[in-house]
């Protein structure tokens, strides 16, 4: 079993996600007392946001660079960022590392061509949402994305920050989420990514018609993968998450 480092914080709440469902997920396998091995930064979120809000996105990946070289000093062989947004930054973070990042927008596109999925909706931090980063990586997959107006993109961006980064679920919140989810529908989406770690503590696939693609979820499930280097005995051959990357 491979050594998961975590590098989390952004915010805690979905940090905490995180490290339940990857223990969960690798005991549901291997059974008996079996967890994950895994090492855990959790940076000060404060400090991230304020740089994000200042456009300063070089000393994010600074100091998250240098949070990512101590899990891989700890011993950590792969890492997962805990966090879509700060994905921006994972071309500077790499640069610290000589361990694999297991990039959360490259699970989720396996998952999408796994299900056929055309166009999908994207759903996030304003930065996810409308950035070339993350966005442009499925529409290079050839899959179509659809994103809200802008309007409703500073809605989502505010919800997240102000209400689901401090674990505040609102029914009118969760309300607006499904609206929106029912305009991707009408605009031709076949699908909708939770692209914000924190979504999935707001909308679930019972809430909306068409597939949910939780990228906490996935992101968790292929660390799994990752850290047994196996292939499951469990799995369907048409399972993304069947497949080693490393």
Not at 105 to 130: C, H, P, R, S
Not at 192 to 213: K, R, S
Not at 226 to 242: H, K, P
């Amino acid at each position: 079993m491979k050594t998961i480092g975590l590098l989390g914080g952004m915010s805690w709440e979905s940090t905490v996600t995180y490290y339940t469902r990857i223990n969960e997920i690798m005991n549901q396998k291997l059974g008996g007392l079996h967890s994950a091995k895994i090492k855990l930064a959790s940076v000060d979120f404060e400090e991230i946001e304020n740089y994000q809000a200042a456009n300063e996105w070089e000393k994010s990946g600074a100091v998250l660079g240098k949070e990512a070289q101590q899990l891989e000093q700890a011993g950590a062989d792969f890492l997962l960022i805990c966090t879509n947004t700060m994905h921006k930054v994972a071309p500077q973070i790499a640069e610290y590392l000589t361990i694999p990042i297991l990039h959360i927008a490259d699970a989720t596109i396996a998952e999408l061509q796994v299900q056929q999925i055309k166009k999908v909706a994207l759903l996030g931090t304003k930065y996810t949402m409308t950035q070339a980063f993350y966005k442009q990586k499925i529409i290079d997959s050839g899959i179509d994305v659809w994103i809200p107006n802008e309007a409703t993109v500073e809605t989502v961006n505010q919800i997240i920050f102000a209400e689901l980064c401090h674990g505040k679920i609102l029914t009118e919140s969760k309300e607006k989420f499904i609206e929106v989810i029912e305009e991707a529908i009408e605009a031709g989406a076949e699908g909708v990514i939770l692209g914000c770690t924190e979504i999935g503590l707001l909308i679930q696939q019972a809430d909306v018609a068409i597939p949910v693609f939780d990228t906490t979820e996935i992101h968790s499930r292929k660390s799994r993968r990752t850290s047994l280097g196996r292939i499951d005995e469990d799995c369907d051959e048409n399972d993304s998450f069947c497949s080693s990357d490393f």
